[in-house]
């Protein structure tokens, strides 16, 4: 588990800093890493919903 967060941690930052101007890849890398927290609690969040409503 934790060689695919360093893993996928490395990508990101590879495609930040090609992708984005080098004074703005840390704003980049924040909004990336903000955005994939947010949909992470999302899916939980559904996820735990979904379950409460088929086994009550």
């Known amino acids: 588990?934790?060689?695919a967060?360093?893993?996928r941690l490395e990508q990101c930052c590879r495609a930040a800093?090609?992708?984005t101007p080098e004074?703005?890849?840390g704003q980049a890398l924040g909004v990336h890493?903000?955005?994939v927290?947010?949909?992470q609690?999302?899916?939980a969040t559904m996820a735990g919903s979904a379950a409460e409503l088929?086994?009550?």
Do not use: H, K, N, Q
């Open 33 to 35: 890493t903000s955005g």
């Open 41 to 43: 609690g999302l899916g």
């Open 54 to 56: 088929r086994f009550p």
């Open 5 to 7: 967060i360093g893993t």
């Open 23 to 25: 004074e703005l890849s």
């Open 1 to 3: 588990m934790v060689v």
């Open 37 to 39: 927290a947010t949909v």
């Open 17 to 19: 800093g090609v992708l």
